[in-house]
């Protein structure tokens, strides 16, 4: 800092050493008024107008100016002045200091540059901006906010009063829960215009962290997405008619192919060529393969449409295993299954949809690992309350970035291996839908080239 003295006028008479070691001067050229040459000119006038008023007002002084230093190059300095006053009240002298604040000032308007970039992307994008505090409180919304729900953002009412009653909790829920844990927030949700109608929006949020890792802020979008969703409910719509409608006919070929053989078989003595019994076969076995796609086709419309009802009851999971694997061993003779029961229980379930659930992971299982191949399934106690099933291959494998999506609905990995193998991307997602349902949890582990192990862990009821 630098230090200055003046009489009661106003009038220098005294300077610390660092004022000559910055401005470069020497006492004679200083004193009195002489700092009025270190000044900048632009500001001069301002300077000296209100420090005099502050010599004849007696008042504490305190301005921002530019020194020039010894260099040439101006830096700026806050200044303050105090009157010391003898017993009788007087002003004797004033004691000044001047203290750089070029590196601060330089800071802040650094900070109010980039605020003010922040601010004018935020206002640009068509996207709803927002910034909050660490706990979630509202520090900005953008713009287009307003203009879209007609209300700022500013609190609990207001965030009611635009987000769809039927979303309300569960963004909520989703958001309490980024709070917490300070994981990426993402949810779709409708919010309320300002002529009323709801339009879907899909909102991501992301933490901001300080350099000892706190979250100090949380920034994210609300983008319109109502076209996605009106075109994912056209392709919903679509399958559930498609699948309907060939379900029907297929049933009857089904019907005929079943009532053909059994005819064939009665009437032996009518010389047939050999071929049409092994076509019917195959026809058989086609026209099974056809049912199951479309009834795949149908339980994803039903739990799309959430209407995927389960009939449940207490289930001795070892059987069940045993009896879907053993109807699996039947029709695919080329790999070995074996089963381990390292535990014995029963769960509340549905019976058909959890033995879908196995037939589900086994004949994928099958499906990507080459015949002669083994396949493992192991039941085994994941806790006190949890039983786990895993289906483990040696087959072509998942690479990591793919792990994830094969639970979503119509994923497939796209690769020379893949392409071998037909299907519709949608068995892990029922599986995972229906292992849900039933309050459990599916995951995979894997390794590209050295098989998978898909693993659904389930609520026992007893065990034993
Ligand atoms: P589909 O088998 O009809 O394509 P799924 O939903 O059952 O659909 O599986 C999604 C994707 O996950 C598959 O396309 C496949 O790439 C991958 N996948 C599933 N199970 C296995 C497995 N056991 N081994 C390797 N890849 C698998």
Not at 207 to 223: C, L, Q, R
Not at 304 to 323: G, P, S
Not at 327 to 346: E, F, L, Q
Not at 363 to 368: C, G, S
Request: glycine share 6%; charged share 25%.
């Amino acid at each position: 800092q630098m230090a200055w003295m003046t009489d009661a006028k106003g009038w220098i008479y005294w300077y610390n050493q660092r004022w000559y070691d910055y401005t470069g001067t020497t006492f004679e050229s200083m004193q009195g008024w002489g700092w009025e040459a270190v000044q900048h000119p632009d500001l001069l006038g301002g300077v000296k107008e209100r420090f005099i008023a502050a010599l004849a007002s007696g008042k504490d002084w305190e301005d921002t100016f530019l020194l020039r230093g010894k260099d040439g190059t101006y830096r700026w300095f806050l200044s303050r002045a105090v009157p010391i006053r003898n017993a009788s009240g007087e002003i004797v002298q004033w004691l000044g200091t001047n203290t750089d604040i070029s590196e601060q000032r330089k800071i802040e308007e650094d900070l109010k540059e980039s605020e003010e970039r922040f601010r004018s992307l935020a206002e640009t994008l068509p996207q709803l901006v927002w910034v909050t505090d660490a706990r979630g409180k509202s520090e900005f919304a953008s713009k287009s906010w307003e203009a879209l729900t007609g209300v700022k953002p500013r609190g609990e009412e207001q965030w009611k009063a635009v987000v769809h009653p039927d979303d309300y909790d569960n963004i909520n829920k989703t958001w309490m829960r980024s709070l917490a844990t300070g994981d990426v927030y993402k949810y779709d949700v409708r919010l309320r215009s300002k002529t009323g109608e709801y339009i879907w929006h899909s909102v991501t949020g992301e933490p901001v962290y300080d350099k000892e890792n706190n979250i100090i802020k949380w920034v994210g979008a609300f983008s319109e997405i109502q076209h996605i969703k009106e075109e994912e409910q056209r392709k919903n719509d679509f399958i559930k008619i498609v699948s309907h409608e060939l379900k029907t006919p297929i049933t009857s070929i089904k019907g005929y192919v079943q009532l053909l053989l059994m005819l064939l078989e009665q009437e032996q003595e009518i010389p047939l060529p050999a071929q049409i019994n092994s076509s019917l076969v195959r026809i058989d076995k086609l026209v099974t393969k056809l049912t199951r796609l479309i009834t795949e086709m149908l339980d994803l419309s039903r739990i799309e449409a959430e209407r995927l009802e389960l009939q449940n009851e207490t289930i001795q999971i070892n059987y069940l295993v045993e009896e879907a694997i053993e109807d699996i061993r039947h029709s695919h003779t080329n790999h070995t299954i074996a089963i381990t029961h390292d535990y014995h229980c029963a769960v509340y379930g549905d019976k058909n949809r959890l033995e879908q659930v196995i037939i589900n992971l086994v004949t994928n299982a099958i499906k990507y690992s080459p015949d002669g191949s083994n396949i493992e399934v192991f039941i085994r106690k994941q806790n006190e309350n949890q039983v786990a099933i895993s289906i483990q291959d040696f087959g072509i494998g998942i690479d990591k970035h793919d792990q994830e999506k094969i639970f979503e609905r119509f994923y497939r990995v796209e690769g020379k291996t893949e392409q071998a193998y037909s299907g519709l991307g949608i068995g892990l997602f029922l599986v995972k839908s229906i292992v849900e349902r039933h309050n459990g949890s599916l995951s995979v582990e894997s390794e590209r080239g050295l098989g998978s192990t898909f693993t659904f862990v389930l609520p026992v009821v007893a065990a034993g």
